[in-house]
């Protein structure tokens, strides 16, 4: 079965904090891809990153930074820094067969409070 | 790039009308639309795939003679909830993947929020 599990339901720092949000997945198949998406209170899904199961490297966007780890079926990411602008709610999603490729299977996804 | 637009932003109707909303990729082509529903507090639950020039492939438990899908040019699909009911009302929202980006990533429009009085 294919499933994505975000534990975090809500996450609240301070402006400054770093915070991770955890993305624990479960599918069968070799091949997969994994994403996180920022759904601000505006509601527009923004796409923050994608990952194929054949690269584990890690990732490191300005303060964004990205875990994936096969052994722990996890793909955690990490704010450094945060800022008041990073609320918003946090997806991670899964696509691979025999969903397809095209079939984004999302998690709960993470509310993350940032205040000032 | 890889723009999506979405109309209308939002939309208030009476149970038992029927509203159309629009899915565009501004600045790319999509043969493959999807449309996916978001509950309040909720994650996304994917409803169809459209599919340009062909039938929309829905997923199990979604309604197709209540949920129509027309993905009429590479560029537009639509939505059109008939019928609509107060257990319609949600936000409801479109992405495009981009072919041309060479990837697998979705990219979303801003939504549609759907209130059925």
């Known amino acids: 079965a294919q499933k994505v599990t975000q534990a975090q339901t809500e996450i609240s720092v301070v402006e400054k904090e770093d915070v991770t949000l955890d993305c624990v997945y479960e599918t069968r198949d070799t091949t997969y891809y994994l994403f996180w998406y920022k759904q601000p209170p505006s509601g527009e899904l923004v796409f923050l990153i994608r990952?194929?199961?054949?690269?584990?490297q890690n990732e490191i966007s300005g303060r964004y930074s990205w875990n994936f780890q096969k052994s722990t079926s996890s793909f955690n990411f990490t704010i450094t820094a945060s800022q008041v602008v990073d609320s918003a709610v946090y997806f991670c999603?899964?696509?691979?067969?025999?969903?397809?490729?095209?079939?984004?299977?999302f998690g709960a996804g993470t509310r993350l409070a940032v205040h000032p | 790039g890889a723009v999506v637009s979405q109309h209308p932003s939002w939309v208030i109707c009476k149970s038992g009308t029927s509203v159309k909303i629009e899915c565009r990729s501004l600045?790319?082509?999509?043969?493959?639309m999807f449309w996916y529903r978001q509950f309040p507090k909720q994650s996304l639950m994917l409803m169809a795939t459209s599919n340009e020039g062909s039938k929309a492939t829905y997923e199990q438990g979604v309604e197709k003679d209540k949920f129509l899908i027309n993905h009429a040019s590479l560029t537009l699909s639509t939505l059109t909830v008939t019928s609509a009911h107060p257990e319609d009302s949600s936000f409801y929202i479109c992405?495009?993947?981009?072919?041309?980006?060479?990837?697998?990533?979705?990219?979303f429009g801003p939504g549609t929020r759907l209130t059925v009085t």
């Open positions: 992405s495009a993947r981009d072919l041309g980006g060479g990837g697998y990533e979705q990219y």
């Open positions: 990952r194929n199961s054949f690269d584990e």
């Open positions: 600045d790319f082509q999509a043969t493959t």
């Open positions: 999603a899964l696509s691979a067969p025999p969903g397809g490729y095209n079939k984004l299977i």
